[in-house]
């Protein structure tokens, strides 16, 4: 897939013009999935934060996701496609031009998407654009962190591994994202890792990577 890595989604216009680019087409003209599951895995997050970011809602934390102008929205909920079949979820999935993945809880999203089987399907969607927000990006990366383990039936910190580098989100945004945390965090992830803020977004496109950003990063290892 196509991956847009972000810690706080399509937050300004260098991000923007990056995801155009990946989609190919402008945004108004393309279909989207909203991926809730990672907030179901999350304390901070529950009914009113799912109902939010499908809904897109005018806020801030929305606008940069779900409120960006889609030609259509649906949402693609990852705990119940075990129960309905692949002959019905996966032409879904391959009719959309973009997953949009909330936060939440990274463990808990790749949990289900191996589960789900949408973990087998990413190979085979080159075209598909993932568009990442928080543990949406972070579920992508070989590990998290012990510092960003939030569901209790967590078994470790590993995630996917898609790509070869781990992602510290929300740089600077709340008193436990500073740079000094993310410093402690890098020193025991294991591997190459980012910190980005809100305004900073990783491209990956065929093993390729690049930072896109208005904002503050930085790249340990």
Not at 24 to 46: N, R, S
Not at 95 to 115: I, P, Q, S
Not at 170 to 195: K, Q, S
Request: charged residues 20%.
């Amino acid at each position: 897939m196509k991956l847009l890595l972000t810690s706080g989604g399509v937050t300004n216009p260098s991000i923007h013009a990056v995801l155009v680019q990946l989609l190919g087409k402008p945004i108004d003209e393309c279909h989207a999935l909203c991926v809730p599951t990672a907030q179901w895995g999350h304390p901070m997050c529950g009914p009113t934060s799912v109902r939010d970011f499908v809904a897109a809602e005018p806020k801030p934390d929305w606008q940069y996701m779900s409120g960006l102008g889609w030609a259509s929205l649906g949402v693609l909920e990852l705990t119940a496609l075990p129960t309905i079949g692949a002959e019905r979820w996966v032409p879904w999935v391959r009719k959309a031009d973009v997953l949009l993945v909330d936060g939440g809880d990274a463990t808990y999203l790749c949990h289900w998407m191996r589960e789900s089987g949408l973990a087998d399907l990413l190979p085979s969607l080159p075209d598909k654009v993932w568009v990442g927000v928080s543990a949406g990006s972070m579920v992508m990366t070989p590990r998290i962190g012990d510092y960003f383990v939030e569901w209790p039936s967590a078994p470790d910190d590993r995630t996917l591994g898609v790509v070869d580098f781990s992602i510290f989100p929300h740089l600077n945004l709340f008193p436990t994202n500073t740079m000094a945390d993310a410093e402690r965090w890098a020193a025991d992830i294991g591997v190459p890792a980012y910190a980005i803020d809100e305004q900073t977004a990783i491209k990956v496109v065929d093993g390729s990577v690049e930072v896109v950003s208005e904002g503050q990063w930085t790249k340990f290892g």
